[in-house]
Every structure is written in structure tokens, then in C-alpha cells.
């Protein structure tokens, strides 16, 4: 049977909010913006930078990120890639959701793997953008701000992405940045920049 | 090793948009209504009717339902009860992120068993405001909008809720409306009031 509860023959209202609606009265379009890149360089900070700025600006945004998602929604998942490929896939409809609800949305997580990547732009074809925080290995050991990097090189953290566990780069990804070499307000402006020309801020 | 990729030695913002900040830009407090009650009797369409009214109110609001649930997120569980429950564990992380997010946010699903409820409500505590829609067993099986009771009957529909599977009723539910008695404009004034009441609206 099924928890579908949506009755079809009750009319008592003739109109759902959309995502069309929810946009106007923001004042935005809703999008997602999908942060990816190797561990410790700087991808949530970045996304919670642009999203502090386009608070600023008067938009609705969210970050989801290891903070709220690990923790919870995915708290019963692992790190295997079966686990790691049901991580991205539940983060995508999660984000697909946020947009459909009006919001600049924010994903930020290593998401090593191009296919699930791309499941996830399936989703939302027309909303996703794609942020390659393009990472220089050495800085992100010289930075390593858990020593993450330290003990995956000694080998007591097996399948450490960058290390001994794969990174396939983004293709074609819509926006790239280097933390390494650009100050985080030049990285904050090239995504608000990108926004703007893809009609997502007016 | 983790996704987790929050990194702490770098000190770009000092700053993280939190829920507090998102209620006030957007002029009310955020909070989870959980909708529960039998198939068919309106849940859904009172969730929507709730949320319309809100948004013309100026409020940021969205509806988690079977509609954008059960074919995304949690597309790839079952009805047994093991799944039932990590259906409405995953349904519950969801709301809490939406809340975190600043918008009142509605969940319309069966959700038959106290102990998952209570977990959802455990997510959120000072935030959950449990709305029983308590149904007349005769009345949704008058309407029966998709002809799903008649099947259950013929026991066509094995483990149906109020039929041949248990609905276990609020014991303390914040808001209790009967859509079978009321008219829905009732019903979405019952639920309104109740947000004024609570100080979530203004």
C-alpha cells in the first residue's frame, strides 16, 4: 500500500504553491550549487561565504554540508561507495527539494565520483551548477587542519580521497575556483558573478 | 575517512547564517507541523491549504508530502515496517533541515506508529507541533478517492493502515482536526491560530 495521501477527488483548494510562485516572492530564482573538490580546501567555508553574502543581499539561501547531513538524514551511512554513491544520491533529492522550495541552494561534500555527480545534475538539469574547488594536493597536506592528510599518507585512514581513493575532476563544471590561489572574497564574487549572469539574481 | 569537509584553520568568515538570522529576515519563526492521520482523509490537501494561506501571508513555507517524497529520497524503500520507519526517519531529518532553513515546514504522511512520530518530534522538540487529522474510518471509506479501502477490504491491499494495519493515535497532539466535520477554511484557521498562539507568526 502506500503512504501516498494526496487525495484526488477532495477540491477544497485550487492552487499549490510552486517553485515559480516561491521564486517571486523572493526576488531570485532557486538553483543548486554543487560544491565539489578534495577534503580540507575550503569547499564549505566557500559555500557558506556565498551564502552569508547573498543573505546579505536580501536571498534565501542553505548550505548542506557534513555538519547537518552526516550527522543526521545520513548518519546511517557508511564509506563504502555503495554508501558514499546513497550519500550524493539522498544529498541531490534533498537539494532538489530545497530549490523546489525557492532557495539558493548550497551542497557542500567531496563527491569524488563524476557519475553520482551527474545523477545528482540529472535531478535538476536546468538548476545545477557545479563548483570545481580545484585543489593543489600540496596545500591541501600543508593546510591538513585534522591531519586528515597526515594519517592517511602513515595509512591508518584507508580509501582517503586524494590519497589512496580516487577524485575524478568535473569535466565540464560551471564555475572553478582555486582556493590556493585566489582570496576567498575573489572566489565569493566569481560565484555571486555567475548568478547573475545565469539570471539567478536579477 | 569522512566527507566531512568543514575545514577549521581557515578563518575566511566569521560568520554562518543560522536559523535565528533566517527567521528574522523572514518575519516569523520556522517550525515542523506534522500532519498525521488515515489515507484519504485530507492530509495532504489540508497541508497545501495551510501552506497557500501562509505564503499569501508573506511566509516562507513547504510541504513534504507523498508526492515529492516517495519518488525521490526515499524512492528506494519498501513498506515493511522496518522501512515505514526509516521512511519517516529520513521524512523527520528533512523537516529539521527545512526548519533549520527558517520555513514553516509541513509533513503530510500517514506516519502510523507513535515511536516514529516521537522520534521526529525528538528532532526538533520546541519546534514540533503534531497535527492529528483524525479521521472517521466510514468517511474515508466513503471518499476513497483512488478506491484503495475497497481493495484493502477485498484484501487486495495486504497491511493497510485502519484496515488490516494498526494507526496508533496521538496521545498528546499540539493541534486535532477532523476534516470530516469541519470545513477545510475551518481547518486551516484551527492550524493558523494555532501558529499565532505558539508565536511563530507575529
Redesign the interface.
Known sequence: ??????????T??D???NRE??EK?NGHKSCVLWYTGL???????LA??V??AL?EM?C?????????I?H??NK?LG?SPED?T??IR?IG??A???A????ITST????PYRADRDQARA?LPESFIEVYVKADLAVCEE?D??G?YKK?RAGE?????GIS?PYEEPLNAEIVVD?GKA??EACVQTVIDALKERGILS
Open positions: 500500500m502506500s503512504d501516498e495521501s494526496k487525495s484526488t477527488n477532495i477544497w483548494h492552487h499549490e504553491v510562485d516561491r516572492q577534503s580540507g580546501y575550503g569547499k564549505s567555508t557558506q561565504a551564502s552569508t543573505f536580501g534565501r539561501t542553505y548550505v548542506l554540508d557534513g555538519d547537518n552526516r543526521g538524514l546511517n564509506f558514499r546513497e550519500n539522498r533529492e534533498v532538489k527539494l530545497f523546489d522550495a525557492g532557495i557542500a561534500f567531496i563527491s535531478l593546510r587542519p585534522k586528515l592517511a585512514i584507508p580509501e582517503f580521497t581513493a582556493t582570496p576567498l
